[in-house]
């Protein structure tokens, strides 16, 4: 049967610059009439045509060729597309059987008169639409990132959206006419086999990167998080084995307590009845029993109720053992060492204190010289990435060869009304919301910075060169940034052809701009996405970034030009359009850091001033006589004054003016408070300037956390020495209890206590004010020394992390801590004798000049009483007889281990990261930014891939790279990105790689002849793109071997890099997209002599990363990739993306934490046994601030706080601090001893252990508790007030935390375990001291200090 055409030969155009359009034929085919007609037919469609009648004319097959052009740099990569692609249209245009699957089903007339075809049904059958677009669909195109349907189908997603994009009248890849594509059956459709791109034939074949099946399956890499993991329901194995054997072990200890309880109950019944029939059966004479009974009993029946023993009321210097047990005390021979140390410091800072101070404030003023060497570092990378960190070293190594990434100033352009439902705004897209924003594109085109006036031409990024475009993503950019030619019913589907093929709205620095880098958040359904329904509008300016700093300089100064203006329009852009806009430039981070580092200059102050007040109050209120009271109770007299009247007066009018005691002003510490304060001060100061002379740099975390710690730290000594003081006053001062030893056989008559007290003993027991103090740093200096050496050593453990921010933070604290720590055993103990001569001199505080004689002077027989504050008294008469009876220890025990699993299974769910948005003020800016980053932006950060050592004028280096020919290695560069590209769950790679030398060897093809092209008389000479096709040839025509997909006949050597070079300037343009200047002119450094490539990129995006577990994750992907490929090819491969720098050190942080906190609790058990005398006491210290350490983790677990770098200095402060809580208890308790020590399981062991922890608790522990705990609790809780939320959730939060986990632990816990199993004690008890005690406890004729009434105790610490 002879076949029929239904469109032959060219009948004009629509107008005159209008392509041909065909005109209807309802004739036969036609034998081609020349040899030259043979011959194009055959190079254009196939020798299948060369003997053939057809449907088509010359002018029709060279248009055709013409058109085949356009798309063969597009597809030309994967051959079986491209055949495929040539097959379709050529039979379309010119097969013999053309009637039997076309029907015209419109014509029109054309400029010239004649009848044209206007719209047409094409049908063709499902095998060859599936299969042609099967062979394409997969074909990327480098240059975008994208794909080649992208191009030539709209992104089509299937065979029929293909055809019909294709057929639309379009200009461009599209259709001079309409071509239909009609879906019901036809009797004879075109349908036959078409090719597969992984056919053997090498026609037919393509390359892994454009056909994944042909590609090597890489092995298998789970998703991160996905590993193996044990879980039962929501809950990992170790919660619940950790929450199993909690309640089993509670449960059994619980119950085998109460057995042993009952069985105990049940033998002293027994014996007590034993007991009654021995004394009636042997009369009721006195008997002589073993010296020792009374322990011996005691020890096996246990304590009673309270926790203490009968034989209690021996006191705590007096032996509790039998005569046999009793040895010679037990001493330390370090510890002897140290307190004549300090004892002698002591002696010489207060014997001499202005020469203390003319020393000391010689070393500080020159260690203050460091000043002058002082900067502050503001660079990020340099802030958070150490100097020899990998990725940073990457980083330089790519802004050497390659620039420094971009600067970005970008916006979102969103709805300013929220939607009627649902969380989705307003769409975005209006006539109106266009308008406006072309109109603000155009204020900022037209913006001049000051004052040199530099302008967007100046600083952006133009990749066609000095004299091309510069590069703005905007949607404007599909309207050509104007919207003259559009109107309320056109521009519309200007957004919807855009978004669809961006290839035909290219903005004019010449590259696609895709629809994900200009709208946001587009809804999409099943089968298409609906543009005009985006959220936001996404507006991104690309401005150049350069090592060179005037460069750098210019463009910072635009930017800010900017950052003004936008703040402008943000303000009244809601007003004026309904929209709102998130806004960040390229200088917005740092200054907005800066700018909240200024404002809390007012917390630090704050605190300060708080703290000050607080110290000045309280230490005041110790001196002071209990009947007189401090200041805290003169103001609660006074509010007592104002709230009820006094019946026994006959003025029953509140009282407004308090009765003020002249002694106040005597006994109050404000100066002596205030330069407790300036001595911490003065460490700071002192540490700035000994480091920064050290070159060592400060940071703005620094210059906000450093105050506050030294303050915390700094102030709890302060505290110590002064209580210390007090105590010793009472003992040896002008008021001082001289015992009566020696004469207890007297009738003690409490109205005549004194009169066994002759002058002479009394003067013996007076000390001097040098002697007072020295006395008193021996007796607190050791546990100075025990807390500072192990928080400086904790703290500088912190110098071990490698980042800058965290190694100068640990130097800085450690050098305040230790500083702080000189100076308070030096100049204030040199102030504190200054501050007690004035007192004893009843001069006034703050005006020494002023002295206030005494009122009223005490009778002899006026007893004295020791000042014994309100503190001690709820410690020793409340608090430590509660904690140590055996019931509530087990409590105690229990529920701290409780505590401990708790923290455990919390610390599981600490994220890793450090959200930016936390260094900001809540009030920024840059907060809704990075709001709409996270909701409207649906493209991930570009990624690099740097090969920095492959030869790739050799064909072996060229294999390690290349992926579109089929001699490529398997695992080349990339074929493994095209295959991790697959995988987007486990690489987080969302687009195909641009590979620079694909595109080059693309762009040598000859079949594409307005790429490469030189002069045919001398084709050493290289053609410009003006030059006529008469005078140039393709550069591989003719060649031997020919240009083909296996390599053969490629360049190698210095005719590569002789290719190479005119390559990188070739522009990219429709013409030519495969031009490399545009698109690759950046992605190579090449050596200075152009003889090779020293190395070159491959780009990629990310998927769109929203959390920081993404960023990391995403992080450690693209080191995976890299490792493997440099693995397998033998070469070296890294990723660089601009937040790796600062996301490198979430892939060993933990171990760094296990390390560092590792080392510090060592450091902690070394210290302490050292200084404690007792390897056992030392191992419970370092176990409770192990168990702080921990709680505060589970805090950080719960409270949302993750795991980053601030966090890890954090808990090694905790550490650090953790052992204040519980070093001076500690060493209270190690020097309570006056026997030889008992061992643990000795049968009076456990209660001279018990009255240990009650002596240390009622010495040292008001000490603890207002001197440490509450100070830092008011020091701290002035953070709360802070704009910061990173110094609200990393430094409140965190500090709070280890404030009341510390207190818990050191105050609870830690007696409780030294009662049960601390190491035996050592004598440190003066003779006087001892006799001084001895004598109290005997005058109140208690068996306990804590059991005495309240008349006999002060009112107040």
Known sequence: MAGKCAMRGACGGKSSWSP?????????????????????????????????????????????????????????????????????????????????????????????????????????????????????????????????????????????????????????LGSPFQINYPTSSHNKPLDYAPRGCADNELSSRCACVDCPTVCTVLPYQPPPGSGPSCHVGGMTCLSLVLIVFYAVATFSFFSGYSFLSWRRRKNRKYERMALSAESSSSGTGPSRGLVGASSLAFARDGEDSSGVSSMRNLGRTQSLFDPIDVLQPRHYRLNTVIRRFFYRLGIFCASYP??????????????????????????????????????????????????????????????????????????????????????????????????????????????????????????????????????????????????????????????PLGPQYVLGSVPDTSSRRRWLDAEAMVVTYVVSDSLNATERARAEEWERSL?????????????????????????????????????????????????????????????????????????????????????????????????????????????????GVFLVVVSVSTSVGLF?????????????????????????????????????????????????????????????ADESIDEEERARSLLSPEERVARTLAKMGPSILLSSVTETVAFGLGALVPMPAVRNFALYAAGSVLLGAIFQVTVFISVLTLDLRREEASRVDCFPCIKIPSRITLPPDTPATPKVGALTVFMRRYFAPFILRDSVKAVIIAAFTGLFVSSIISIQHIELGLDQRLALPSSSYLIPYFDAVDRYLDIGPPVYFVSTDHQVSSRAGQQHLCGRFTTCDDFSVANTLEGERKRKESSFIAEPAAGWLDDFFQWLDPRIETCCRVRKANPSVFCTARESDRLCRPCFEGREPEWNITLAGMPEGEEFMWYLGQWLKSPTDENCPLGGKASYGSALAIS?????????????????????????????????????????????????????????????????????????????????????????????????????????????????????????????????????????????????????????????????????????????????????????????????LTRSKLLEIYYFRMWLSLIVAGALHGLVLLPVVLSLTGGPGFTEVDDDEQEWMSSAIRRHDQEYAPFRTDSDLGDSD
């Open 20 to 172: 041909q359009l065909p005109c209807p034929y309802d004739g036969p085919p036609v034998e081609p009439e020349s040899d030259e007609f043979r011959s194009l037919i055959t190079s254009v469609c196939g020798p299948q045509y060369a003997n053939i009648p057809v449907c088509c004319t010359v002018e029709q097959v060279e248009t055709l060729q013409s058109n085949f052009q356009q798309a063969e740099s597009i597809i030309s990569s994967c051959p079986a597309c491209r055949n495929n692609f040539r097959e379709f249209y050529c039979s379309f245009t010119c097969s013999a059987d053309q009637h039997s699957f076309i029907d015209v089903t419109a014509t029109q007339k054309t400029s010239t008169g004649q009848t044209a075809v206007k719209s047409l049904d094409f049908h063709v059958g499902e095998t060859l639409g599936k299969g042609f677009y099967d062979s394409c669909k997969d074909v990327k195109f480098s240059a975008t990132n994208g794909y080649a349907m992208d191009l030539i189908g709209g992104g089509a997603k299937n065979y029929t959206s293909f055809l019909q994009y294709m057929g639309d009248e379009r200009p461009g």
């Open 354 to 511: 202005l020469v203390t101070l003319a020393l000391a404030s010689t070393f500080i003023s020159l260690l203050n010289l460091g000043w002058t060497r002082f900067s502050v570092e503001t660079d990020p990378v340099r802030l958070w990435v150490a100097p020899t960190s990998e990725t940073k070293l990457q980083k330089e190594y790519f802004d050497r060869h390659f620039g420094p990434f971009y600067r970005t100033e970008q916006m979102f352009i969103s709805s300013a009304a929220p939607a009627d439902s649902g969380s989705r705004t307003e769409p975005v897209l209006s006539w109106e919301h266009l308008k406006w924003w072309m109109k603000i594109e155009e204020e900022i085109r037209a913006l001049r910075s000051s004052p040199h006036g530099y302008g967007l031409e100046d600083v952006c990024f133009k990749p066609a060169g000095p004299g091309g475009a510069c590069v703005v993503q905007s949607i404007s950019a599909w309207f050509g940034y104007d919207l003259d030619d559009y109107d309320l019913d056109t521009w519309q589907d200007q957004v919807v052809s855009c978004a669809n093929t961006p290839s035909d709205c290219l903005p004019d620095y010449g590259q």
């Open 563 to 675: 950052r003004v203006y936008l703040t402008d329009v943000q303000m009244w852009a809601p007003e004026e359009s309904g929209l709102h806009v998130a806004w960040s430039t390229g200088v917005s981070l740092e200054e907005e850091i800066s700018q909240s580092t200024n404002t809390d200059y007012k917390i630090v102050v704050l605190s300060y001033l708080v703290m000050f007040f607080y110290i000045s109050v309280t230490l005041g209120n110790g001196s002071t006589s209990p009947q007189e009271g401090g200041l805290m109770k003169l103001a609660w007299k006074w509010t007592q004054g104002l709230s009820s009247t006094n019946p026994a007066t006959a003025d029953a009018s509140p009282r407004w003016i308090p009765a003020i005691s002249r002694r106040i002003f005597v006994d109050s510490k404000f100066v002596l408070g205030l330069f």
């Open 692 to 752: 920064s002379f050290l070159g060592v740099k400060n940071t703005l975390i620094i210059a906000e956390v450093i105050p506050f710690l030294a303050l915390a730290v700094g102030v709890d000594n302060v505290f110590i020495l002064v209580h210390e003081l007090h105590r010793q006053n009472s003992l040896h001062g002008p008021n001082a209890i001289v015992s009566s030893i020696g004469r207890t056989s007297q009738t003690m008559s409490p109205t005549r």
């Open 1088 to 1280: 200075d002599d152009k003889s090779e490539v020293q190395a070159s990129h491959f780009r990629t995006f990310h998927t769109p990363l929203k959390t920081q577990s993404d960023f990391i994750n995403a992080f450690a992907a693209a080191n995976r990739i890299a490792e493997d490929i440099s693995r397998r090819t033998g070469t070296t491969v890294f990723p660089y993306s601009l937040f790796y720098v600062f996301f490198e050190q979430y892939g060993h942080i933990i171990s760094i934490t296990q390390e560092i906190l590792g080392l510090g609790l060592a450091s902690v058990l070394l210290v302490t046994s050292l200084l404690l005398g007792s390897w056992r006491t030392g191992t419970i210290v370092t176990i409770v601030v192990a168990l702080t350490v921990v709680n505060v983790m589970g805090v950080m677990g719960v409270w949302g706080i993750s795991l980053n770098a601030i966090s890890l200095v954090n808990l090694v402060i905790s550490l650090g601090i953790a052992v204040e809580f519980c070093s001076h208890i500690a060493r209270a308790f190690m020097n309570a001893g006056s026997g030889p020590g008992l061992p643990a399981d000795h049968p009076e062991g456990k209660k001279e252990r018990n009255d240990r922890v009650w002596a240390a608790l009622g010495d040292i522990g008001p000490s603890v508790l207002s001197g440490i705990t509450f100070t830092k609790l008011i020091g701290i809780s002035v953070l709360a």
